[in-house]
């Protein structure tokens, strides 16, 4: 069995599930289905497949201590971090890491995979990984297309021709054992075209003729082989990649992109640099019980649903309801005599929609950030590598946070110029460093640290440290802060 190293793709900022998906904390890390996110089931299905590799993940910079502490609790090391600048869509950073994947001389199959999607039949798609793999290693850029359930207008489509790859005698790559509904003739088939996403007429037609498939957005073919697609038809996009990876800073565990190189690099997909216009594309079919998850109402179609086909998540109360997603946070949610509604609750903002307008949440955000409100892009609930803080209150000269320090975690050594802050204890221990006196508090102790003064915050003990922070003065933005020394490495 060949080596195959997955490629788990991270940049995306999942704007359609808003407000709970936002560009700080977009869905890839949300426990949308089970306890773990979207990021962590992606890797876990994965699990005991034959030949796979530690994964490379390319994210957005702005996620990598999300990233790193997400796969952390799974107990996986990446075979490396990339990370982008800036978003220039999937042909750039599956370039990189297909350069970085044949450091030393190496040319393994590379399985490129969103890291926001949802498959159910795990058993099911690691076979089609492994039926897909002597058509990668012949030299074919083979993408998995999903088996349509129904006439889709959300997605593109991927039109097969007749014939398996190789031709009449060559290799049919067996799909047994995901899905009863895969045609006839079994595996990878060669790619007649890539098609745009089409009205509700043509989709029934695409559905009918049993030719079409809904693309999946996974990929799997040698490094070298996509590089040298991406010459052909990209070579732009190839050349500042390539640029980018040259000039890479290491920064602990991660690889931080070139800036000045990204940033100049065209941005494009994979779809539309390489897979429309190669002429060694193959697709396998699939049913494995895939959702991208693209909207509220395609997580209401693969939600568990009672009777009535609510699907609802936290604390939430729903009487004479019907075909309803309640999503609730922190409080009571109560739905009365409503049907095919969607309803959102976070700390900071709340979505009441239609069903079938939730495609356009998108507009709700792009308003949001016409008008400079933070709700489009950050939670209230803000993750920091040291932990989390969440502002629970405000006012004109005051705020109040509640910060959790995770054990043997450190703040950076800091000041503010236009603000006074306290520190209540709530939980466990805190070290404290003021200036030139360093000392404990336990809980319910506190301290005052002045404008001005040069301090720290450290969690010495083994459980969480949760403290109540009430901030004072003229300016309270997170941009007053001066750090001095930073274990993460972030500016100082």
């Known amino acids: 069995m060949p080596q195959i190293i997955p490629v788990l793709l991270s940049g995306g900022s999942g704007t359609r599930l808003w407000p709970l998906s936002r560009e700080t904390h977009p869905k890839q890390f949300q426990p949308l289905v089970g306890e773990q996110s979207l990021l962590q089931a992606t890797w876990r299905r994965l699990a005991g497949m034959p030949g796979a590799a530690a994964p490379i993940v390319v994210a957005n910079e702005e996620h990598r201590f999300m990233v790193a502490e997400q796969l952390r609790q799974l107990g ?33 199959l590379l399985l490129v995979l969103p890291s926001d ?91 009918a003729s049993g030719d079409y ?42 690889l931080r992109l070139d800036r000045a190189a990204f940033e100049a690099c065209p941005s494009d997909s994979i779809d539309y640099a390489v897979m429309e216009k190669t002429s060694h594309a193959a697709v396998l079919p699939i049913d494995v019980g895939w959702s991208d998850v693209g909207s509220w109402s395609a997580l209401w179609e693969i939600a568990d649903q009672d009777p009535d086909g609510n699907a609802h998540h936290g604390d939430v109360l729903a009487i004479d309801c019907r075909n309803t997603l309640a999503w609730g946070g922190r409080r009571l949610v109560s739905l ?23 495609q356009k949440v998108k507009e709700i955000v792009s ?33 109040v946070k509640r ?43 506190s301290t005052y640290i002045p404008l001005g003064s040069k301090h720290r915050l450290e969690n010495p003990g083994k459980v969480p440290l949760e403290l109540i922070e009430v901030q004072s003065g003229s300016y309270l933005g997170e941009d007053d802060i001066v750090r001095f020394e930073d274990v993460y490495g972030r500016s100082v």
């Open 76 to 108: 996986v090391t990446p075979a490396a971090l990339l990370l982008e600048p800036v978003g220039r869509n999937t042909a750039p950073a599956i370039a990189a890491a297909a350069m970085q994947a044949q450091a030393g001389g190496a040319d393994p």
């Open 117 to 207: 999607h949802v498959i159910r039949d795990e058993a099911g798609f690691r076979a089609a990984v492994l039926a897909a793999a002597p058509a990668a290693e012949a030299g074919k850029l083979v993408t998995f297309g999903i088996v349509p359930t129904g006439p889709e207008t959300g997605y593109g489509y991927i039109k097969s021709a007749a014939l398996p790859v190789g031709g009449p005698s060559g290799p049919k790559l067996s799909a047994k054992g995901f899905g009863t509904e895969v045609p006839p003739t079994g595996g990878a088939r060669v790619v007649e075209r890539f098609v745009e996403k089409p009205d509700l007429a043509t989709a029934q037609a695409y559905v």
């Open 213 to 254: 498939f809904w693309n999946s957005g996974m990929f799997l073919f040698r490094a070298s082989r996509y590089l040298e697609e991406l010459a052909a038809f990209a070579p732009a996009i190839l050349a500042a990649a390539k640029t980018a990876l040259a000039g890479a800073k290491r920064d602990a565990d991660f």
């Open 336 to 358: 009365l005599g409503l049907q095919d509604v969607i309803v959102v609750d976070t700390d900071d903002a709340l979505l009441v929609a239609a069903k079938d307008q939730v």
């Open 367 to 399: 308003v949001l950030k016409s008008q400079g409100r933070p709700q489009a892009s950050v939670h209230r609930k803000v993750y920091r590598p040291w932990g989390s803080y969440d502002g629970i209150d405000s006012g004109d000269r005051f705020q």
């Open 403 to 445: 910060i959790v320090v995770k054990p043997g975690a450190a703040l950076s050594l800091q000041m503010h110029h236009h603000r006074a802050e306290h520190w209540i204890v709530v939980s466990g221990s805190a070290r404290v460093t003021c200036d030139d006196k360093v000392f404990l508090l336990a809980e319910n102790q």
